[in-house]
């Protein structure tokens, strides 16, 4: 399907890293930067979301010239760039995240902008699509006179799904959706003199734009869709527990002119987009597509020969397994991670980690740290220091790398190194994991390996007690 994004193009930084004292100068975290990841955001996230589904996306936006630009043409690859003459500096976002948890955010030239020009190539891309993405991020590209004259031609033809910015343009006539959330839509009609309940704001907003139809997102709440025709329809989302919703609008708005193309009704459509939009924010959100930085080969230690596949030394993996995922799934590789507490290490372990390992290309264990085996254990564990159940499983051959989690699950973990596979030793089936949801929302799948009842950790322990 071809999908034309047209809107505004930022860069978004995350700089992600621990936190475990304060500054001596001032009491505020110090953070240890684990990587800095890069991605598009703004029209840019919709378009990279858009073509990681596999549709042919084109984006009509404005580009500047500078280092941020590098940055984001880079991370746009896959997509086809459309723009005119820069006349403003790359926006850029950096948000500074400990864990999955964001701390603080800077924002460097979101200051206005002056109106982009447009190509012919540019108004092109918005007549041939089967569907139109307006991503307004207030930076002018939907106020420029050709760009919304071929707009409101295409809302004749095809759906156009327009989310708009407080400091952004009306949306044209015409469209098939205007995607406000409910704090822009409630802001826009108590500006207009409306009343700032969702419905009575979407009604507004419905007759000032002209569209055929609003949806106020909510949030956790969902979504209320109000049509031109009168009618309203309240859509749930499921329930998801994030902490950061970055990008949920832009999937929404993705998914949304997506179904409308194939055919579905604006309610059906809707429906399904709030679900992508839960399903996206559940798999990590915006933040799980950035790539970190290239590592310089000569800062990772030596390259070994891994299943024909380059990749670095695993006596550096320790703390690095999500370079490790990297490189193995842009080699072509398959990625597979288990996860557990692993204390004291015996040959169920042992045959769990081998069955996982011949799954892939590389086997990640995400470990859990000695805070968190204590909080699911019980103060007596762990028997192990998380130092020693690192360095025994890095000493095993099928274990390729490990990551420590201090969280009570591994979703947080598992966002970051994204696996193909994800392994568990169980007696039941795949479906039931908890984790299934999560791997499904990129792609991955969940494998159970047989359970061996008379190997256990806690087994172990209670021989030990008995012959001390």
């Given at each position: ?263 579905l009704d604006l309610a059906q459509a809707a429906a ?109 564990r762990p028997i192990v ?84």
């Amino acid at each position: 399907m071809r999908i034309t994004v047209v809107g505004d193009l930022l860069l978004d930084v995350d700089i992600n890293g621990t936190a475990t004292r304060l500054s001596p100068d001032a009491p505020v975290p110090v953070v240890d930067v684990g990587d800095v990841r890069r991605r598009a955001g703004g029209a840019g996230l919709v378009a990279t979301v858009l073509a990681r589904d596999g549709h042919d996306v084109s984006l009509v936006t404005a580009v500047s010239d500078d280092d941020g630009a590098s940055h984001l043409r880079r991370a746009l690859a896959g997509v086809s760039v459309l723009a005119g003459a820069p006349l403003a500096h790359t926006p850029t976002k950096t948000r500074v995240r400990i864990g999955t948890h964001p701390m603080v955010r800077f924002d460097q030239g979101c200051a206005a902008a002056p109106v982009p020009s447009s190509t012919g190539e540019m108004l092109a891309a918005i007549t041939s699509a089967d569907a139109v993405v307006v991503a307004d991020y207030g930076r002018g590209i939907t106020a420029n006179t050709d760009i919304r004259a071929a707009l409101t031609d295409a809302a004749r033809r095809i759906p156009v799904v327009w989310d708009p910015h407080p400091s952004g343009s009306d949306p044209v006539a015409g469209v098939s959706v205007v995607t406000p959330n409910l704090a822009e839509a409630t802001a826009s009609a108590k500006a207009g003199g409306s009343g700032t309940g969702a419905e009575e704001a979407g009604r507004y907003l419905l007759d000032k734009w002209g569209s055929a139809s609003v949806l106020v997102t909510r949030g956790e709440d969902g979504a209320l869709l109000l049509c031109s025709d009168g009618s309203a329809e309240s859509i749930p989302a499921p329930t998801t527990n994030v902490s950061d919703l970055c990008g949920a609008g832009d999937r929404l708005a993705g998914s949304l002119a997506v179904h409308l193309a194939t055919g579905l009704d604006l309610a059906q459509a809707a429906a399904r987009a709030v679900e992508d939009a839960s399903a996206f924010l559940a798999a990590g959100g915006a933040a799980a597509l950035a790539g970190a930085d290239p590592a310089d080969p000569s800062e990772v230690g030596s390259v070994v020969e891994l299943r024909g596949l380059e990749l670095v030394d695993t006596a550096d993996l320790h703390p690095d397994g999500v370079r490790l995922a990297r490189f193995v799934r842009e080699s072509g590789g398959t990625v597979v991670a288990t996860g557990g507490c692993f204390d004291l290490l015996h040959a169920g372990h042992a045959r769990t980690l081998a069955a996982a390992r011949s799954m892939g290309d590389c086997l990640i264990v995400c470990l859990n740290s000695d805070q968190s085996v204590r909080r699911l254990k019980g103060a007596h564990r762990p028997i192990v220091s998380v130092e020693d159940r690192a360095e025994l499983l890095l000493a095993l051959e099928c274990v390729d790398a490990v990551v420590i989690f201090g969280e009570d699950t591994p979703e947080a973990c598992l966002t970051q190194i994204s696996p193909d596979i994800w392994v568990k030793g169980g007696d039941y089936t795949p479906e039931e994991l908890p984790e299934a949801r999560l791997l499904a929302g990129w792609g991955g799948r969940c494998v159970t390996v047989p359970f061996h009842p008379a190997r256990s950790t806690s087994g172990l322990a209670a021989a030990l007690a008995k012959v001390s």
